[in-house]
């Protein structure tokens, strides 16, 4: 069992304690990754990006990857393999000699 | 070298070919999940949960468990440890004999 | 009639017109805010304030500021009645004394 | 003095005496719009449209409204005018004929 697996047993397990699959749609789970977004987001609300509280960035980080991942299980998806195809797919939109150092994005190279 | 720590490997070998570690601040990178996650819910916008594109998800959800990753290793953060940390602090905040079966909020329990 | 009444009545023409209201509920016009909102939030990634594209801003406002009249809409709201009630309770939340010249959230005050 | 410039009277005057102009930056305005509009989104999260407390609705609205209104302020931008031209545009990308009674967003009408 690789962590991104165990960590998947691990939320379904907690879920499925709590009878919560019910609620844990497709729909609402994107819902709980934004409001759980957001919540990071806070951290660095009118700050410098090193001024975020580190001890609440872990936790709204966590929160964000566990309803991803809840997600991905809802689909049946292979985390590690749909990231991957994803860094192959920017590599096609951000080719090396165009996107060096500069942050524009794809169809603006 | 577990499944994650293959992830961030490719994500941060990816951004460094690019010279894009320049960009990646931690609130840009919280900047950045929150777009993807938009993104995201804009797959279920207007529709039922089961409607949406699934090719689709997969890229979106990769975006957002992307940029997750690479801002918990900014802060050379363990993240197997920080989500089954916050799935433990949950459980204190969800305790299954006042969750289970409900969606309320723990502090409406 | 005021400015924002006007808006109102161009915004709900506009998506009568299309036969919108019946997927105009309250539930995907909060998406649909968030959406937009992560589209504005996209124009300074990566950037320092100054540098977003402000004839993009001025269209991903509209679709907030659009959106969120829609939603107060269906709720009959009174939209100026609204802010300056939230305008009163901030002013309970962050007195003067207290709030001047911090970023601090109230509960750090 | 229309009801929106009225409502702008009010934020700015409200930010001015706490002396939060120097935190009122672009970019973390458009940061502040996403949090709050993450926060509305909550009072939908695992529940039907219907269902959310429209007391709570009310005040998330305000302070995405709020926000939006400084932001505006902020390129001295004609919240009116913003809204109606993009009323306007959306009518090229929807025309009536094509976009009557379905969701699908215009790249696929």
């Known amino acids: 069992m690789t962590d991104i697996q165990e960590l998947i ?6 879920r499925n304690e709590r009878d919560w699959n019910q609620f844990h749609n497709p729909k609402d789970l994107a819902l709980a990754i934004n409001i ?13 990006a090193e001024e975020a509280n580190v001890e609440k ?3 709204e980080l966590a929160d964000i990857l566990s309803f991803a991942l809840l997600l991905a299980d809802k689909y049946k ?5 749909i ?3 994803k860094i192959k797919k920017n590599g096609e939109k951000y080719p090396v000699d165009k996107a060096k150092g500069t942050a524009k ?3 603006e190279l």
Chains 1, 2, 3, 4 share one sequence.
Do not use: I, N, P, S
């Open 105 to 107: 994005k794809y169809d």
């Open 57 to 59: 960035v872990k936790e």
């Open 36 to 48: 759980e977004a957001g919540e990071l987001l806070e951290l660095y609300l009118w700050k410098h």
């Open 83 to 85: 990231v991957q195809d």
């Open 77 to 81: 998806l292979d985390v590690k393999q």
């Open 9 to 14: 047993r691990d939320l379904t397990a907690f």
